[in-house]
């Protein structure tokens, strides 16, 4: 992907700072694929931008788990798909996938479809049996692997990893216009995504402590389905696979209870998965000091080919051994295989075994912020002492409940990493009647897991010296299922410390009341030296194993768990393949710190990566072998190289990637009376980014020359200064003759000026931002800390959208406005009163609590504000500027559920510094279609937002049309029974209204919509 590298290097640098422009640079390059993705998983652009801005505020709140040399975006792909998973199956009403009558047939695409056809049914037909007909069956009879099983008469088990490995071999082998052409469709609507780039970056500037880079970031794919009919292609799931399916997140690194290697505290080191000692409850801090400090550990590891690490952590205040605080090593050399986590034992010391020689981040989940990360080099045989200092600043005391709410003896604490939620371990056990007491660092999550029972969700705190939260409660999410496992290689033999995980993806930000709730990752082990490892606390269903050592190629499957049982598994490791050569420029000279990745361009699980040395050269290893190819990437900077391998196993392909130049784009720039202007920049906006990464001037004639432009259709933006002018969308690389006509209203000499003040006048802290129509970009500003002013100017005259962030009210919507050329508008002061908040209780059709994922908020005037998360039902919004609130709940669907559709939807007032309460209830529903037919003249990116009212003015729905550069438009929403008024709202400013009315539920709504002429 181009400029991928530049984009990790952002994020490095964000994670390394807290930098906000870094990561405006990081949500600038990828914010826009992550919203096509969001598009398409969830159907509508409210649930897409919600998404986005989610899966950045946990991009924010998980930054430590960045390591140097990684990329970011299959990172934030993983979040994306965290909070959509559970989304698809509820909100896919968004996505036509056929059209009425009189739909007009986009011949195009049509034919696109019938090529892909054939083109999948190639690449079907040639991988043969047993693959093309357990792949038949998916794509066309949408069969899923069990139903595959029975049909055929095979194993379960065999037939999905048959299908992933097709569905993996098919996307692999299809050609890659499909794709480009594909994401031409998910048009992104810019002001939107530049809106929650205000409140990304709003949260960014609130997070005060910069934390240094010392997780590890792994990612893993799982091949999502493709159905494909005879003559239509469902796109969502094509998308996903041509996508290489939603990316998983950073995964769950606990220790393991079967295997010493785990980290766990190590009754013997011979002691394998099935004969582990039970461990004894850790205290969490010795309140003794001890007599003398434990002597120090050998010069030597004793094991050659591995080094050892032993970590003795300290408490900063009286120097006494922490007992049962979690200490990691990552290894920096770009492999997930380096990961070793220990606990501490009773002298205060983690002992790290099995490490690789090389360079790593040592990191805790109660280190001093000084030494939060902190590298060390070892050598082959060396073991190294390191002494380590925590701090305790604050408390946690509460209790861990099952999902009945009883109790739970024994309950294995676990707690993140300062600032990082995926990386951890367990800190301590609940006692007999389930209370605990933890202490905090800082900024943390907290959660708990027990035998038989799904994990808790991590609660975030954020710890001020001398803080305490009481009466916490960790929930427990039901029955669980359990797995123990056999590792070993193609000749029998057991592997040891292969790295085994297992469980579903983590992830995904949901919020109640004032506090952030994370789900768990999975589970992470490392099999014993008799390669043997047990894993507890799974879901139940489909659950995600994937297994990789030193010295071979990794392995995926799906496996199917059972409420209160344990399976058994063996799984056999092919040797793994190596990848050597040099990478040289376009004039053949070697290129020094190059970085090489394996995997596709969404980097899949496993990952790894190394850089050039001073002639160029590079070595990869452990990776797959045929028949599986092997994605390749060379970079530097912007020019890169690819290539598809097939590997053998035990061998070393030679490949020697040559840089590329890229491609370019030739213009002109013209100010009024198409006169050349000087003083310009210009710049590119690629499709899968939302900012200009590399500005070029413009010479004294107007003409510039942009390089590096890639090979899809862009954005060119002008710009002066920092505000951008115009933009021109969908300029073809290799284009030599762009003419970019600027207007008086496209010159920058308006100016807009306001302040935010509480109640008594005093400023607030914060930002503003104004989005531009027609713009991707915003421009912001932070409030002046004196007086709570703000200042923009000078900028192009036109409408822009303001929205301000503060501490006190988070999004704070602050309307619309539309400057003139030279004109200088000041706005009335904004006073913020004191929040409200709002207890609600959500009811499905027959009364029964709703639990979810998304619950969205609007104002009165159809502005989208972040909601929170459903818990049994009950949820609380606080916060809130007094005012009448739109309150929607998308609720998760069971699989197997009767339950009729319904709307779960009501109008809330909030009062100022008051709390009060409301019952939300569903209501049957039927779905509406609305067609909008535009009279012209006609514009492929012109968008409709349409206000739904019901019979007394209240806000029942927003709504909002999908520009895909064809007609019509169309948009599906629920309706019960009723009469609605309808206010469409076209972006060109242009406004028609339109009654819905619905009598019955017997048959779907249809509604056409004629857009007046301008």
Partial sequence: MFGRDHTDQRFAHYCRTGDPDALADVFDRTAGRLMRVALWLVGNRPDAEDLLQRTFLQAIEARASFELGRPVLPWLLGLLGNQARKLRSERQRATVVSAPADRVVDAVAEAAAKELEHAVGAVRDRLGVPYSEVLRLHLEEGLNGKEIAERLARPAGTVRTQLVRALEQLRRHLPGGFVAGLAVLAVVDGAAIAAVRVGVLAAARAVPVPVPVGGLAITT???????????????????????????????????????????????????????????????????????????????????????????????????????????????????????????????????????????YYVAGSLLRSDQAVTAVTLGDGELRALELLATEIAFVTGRVMDADGRPVAGARLWLSKRSNWSSGGEVGRSDAAGAFRVGLSGFQYLGAEADGHVPSLMQQFVATPGQSFENVELKLRGPAAGLQGLVVDIRGQPVPWATVLVGPPGGGVTNSGNRNFIQPNPERRLTGRDGRFVATGLPVGDVPLNVWAVGFGPLRQQIVTTAGRTESITVTLVDGAMVAGVVRDSAGKPVVKATVRFGDEFFSFPSCSTTTDEAGRFRLENLPAAPESVSLVANDGEASARASLLLTAGATTEWNPVLGIGKTIRGIVLGPGEVPLPGTKVGVVHPNFQ????????????????????????????????????????????????????????????????????????????SVSLLRDRVLTSDSVQLDPGTGAFAFGPISAGRYRVLAYTKATGQLPLGAVELQPDEERVLADVVVQPGGEVDYAVTDVDGEPVDSQLVRLYTASGESISGGVLERGKGKLAGLQPGRYLVEVHPERKRGSNKAAQVLRANIEVQSGKSSQVVIQGRACIEAQITFRDLGPTNPERRVQVLCRDEQGQLHAVLQTFPEGRTPLVVQEAFALGRYQLECQVDDGRVVTAELVVPSLAEAVQLTIDLPAR
């Fill in 221 to 359: 794919a799982k091949i999502g389905g493709l159905l494909m009919a005879k003559k239509f292609l469902l796109a969502v799931p094509l998308v996903l696979l041509l996508l290489g399916s939603v990316v998983w997140n950073m995964l769950r690194e606990s220790p393991s209870e079967s295997s010493p290697e785990s980290g766990a505290v190590v009754v013997s080191a011979e002691v394998g998965a099935g004969g582990q000692e039970p461990k004894q409850p850790l205290a969490l801090v010795s309140d003794a000091a001890p007599e003398r400090a434990p002597a120090p550990p050998p010069a030597t590891s004793g094991e050659p080919g591995f080094a050892a690490l032993h970590v003795l952590v300290r408490r900063a205040q009286d120097k006494a051994p922490v007992v049962g605080t979690w200490v990691h090593a990552n290894y920096v050399g770009g492999s997930m295989l380096g990961h070793r986590e220990a606990l501490t034992d009773d002298a205060g010391v983690a002992r790290l075994d099995h490490l690789a020689p090389g360079t």
């Fill in 691 to 766: 900012r200009v990464q590399r500005w070029f001037d413009a010479g004294a004639d107007g003409t510039f020359l942009l390089q590096q432009v890639g090979d899809k259709p862009c954005s060119v933006q002008v710009a002066v200064g920092e505000s951008v002018l115009r933009e021109v969308r969908r300029v073809a690389p290799e284009t030599a003759d762009l003419r970019i006509l600027l207007g008086v209203r496209d010159l920058p000499t308006a100016r807009l000026r306001g302040r935010i003040v509480d109640m008594d006048g005093k400023p607030l802290e914060g």
